[in-house]
C-alpha cells in the first residue's frame, strides 16, 4: 500500500505556481521521494526525485521538510498541458531487494484557464 | 530522448485466448517492470524482473502471467488463459539500476480488451 497521503484534487490557475502537497510521516531515512505524473491515460511520467535536499530540474522544484515528513511538489508556471494525476511515492534506496514503485490515488491537478 | 517502446496499443482478444504485449525497454537499463491500470483505478505493480529472473511479483501477478526476455531486447509480458477482468491498460517500464537514486521510464501502454 502507499506510504503517502495526497489531496485528492487540486486546482491551479494557468501561469501560477502549482504547489501539490505530500505527507509521508513514516518514511525511513533510506527511502526517496519521487514524483510522477500521468496525463490521462498516458504511462505515467517521471518528475523529480529527492532524498533530504530540495532538488529542481527543468520541470519542477520538490521542497523535502527538515524532517523528511513532507514535500511539496511546485510546477513554477502552470500550463494547461499540465493537467494531470500527480503521485507523490516513497520507495528505499538501496538494499537486497527490488522494492518496486508502489502509486496510490495521487492529486488531479485541473489548470484552469 | 530514449523510450520504452510498446506493442501493440490496442489488442482485443476473446476470453481464454492467449496474449503477449510486447515491450522494448531502453536499451542500457537493466531493470524491467509491468504494471497495469483497469480504467478509472490507480496504477498496480505486477511484476519486476532482472538479470533473466523475476525479481518481485505482485498477487496479481499468478500461474496466468509470465515474463520473458527473450533476446537482448525484447520484454514481453504473456497472459496465457485471458479473463475479462484481465482488460485494462498494460505499462512497461524499466530503470538503469536498482535504488532510490534512479526513477523509471514507462512506455504508452497496450491497452487490452477481452471480449
Known amino acids: 500500500d502507499a506510504k503517502t497521503t495526497q489531496p485528492p484534487s487540486m486546482d491551479c490557475a494557468e501561469g501560477r505556481a502549482a504547489n501539490l502537497p505530500c505527507n509521508h510521516s513514516?518514511?525511513?531515512?533510506?527511502?526517496?521521494v519521487y514524483w510522477y505524473r500521468q496525463i490521462h491515460s498516458q504511462g505515467p511520467q517521471y518528475i523529480i526525485h529527492g532524498l533530504k535536499n530540495n532538488e529542481t530540474n527543468e520541470m519542477a522544484s520538490l521542497i523535502i521538510t527538515e524532517d523528511r515528513k513532507s514535500s511539496t511538489l511546485i510546477l513554477p508556471h502552470a500550463t494547461l498541458r499540465d493537467t494531470a494525476v500527480y503521485y507523490c511515492i516513497v520507495r528505499v534506496a538501496t538494499g537486497s531487494g527490488n522494492t518496486p514503485l508502489v502509486f496510490g490515488k495521487g492529486t488531479r491537478l485541473s489548470v484552469i484557464a | 530522448e530514449p523510450e520504452v517502446t510498446q506493442t501493440p496499443s490496442h489488442q482485443v482478444t476473446q476470453m481464454g485466448q492467449e496474449v503477449i504485449l510486447r515491450c522494448v525497454p531502453i536499451s542500457n537499463h537493466l531493470y524491467f517492470y509491468w504494471y497495469r491500470q483497469i480504467l478509472g483505478q490507480k496504477v498496480e505493480f505486477l511484476v519486476s524482473f532482472y538479470n533473466n529472473e523475476i525479481s518481485e511479483k505482485s498477487e496479481i501477478f499468478d500461474d496466468q502471467f509470465s515474463v520473458e526476455r527473450p533476446d537482448g531486447s525484447n520484454f514481453t509480458l504473456k497472459i496465457r488463459s485471458t479473463k475479462l477482468e484481465d482488460s485494462a491498460m498494460y505499462f512497461c517500464?524499466?530503470?538503469?539500476?536498482f535504488g532510490g537514486g534512479y526513477g523509471y521510464t514507462f512506455g504508452s501502454g497496450t491497452r487490452l480488451t477481452v471480449v
Open positions: 517500464a524499466s530503470s538503469e539500476r
Open positions: 513514516t518514511i525511513s531515512g533510506n527511502e526517496y
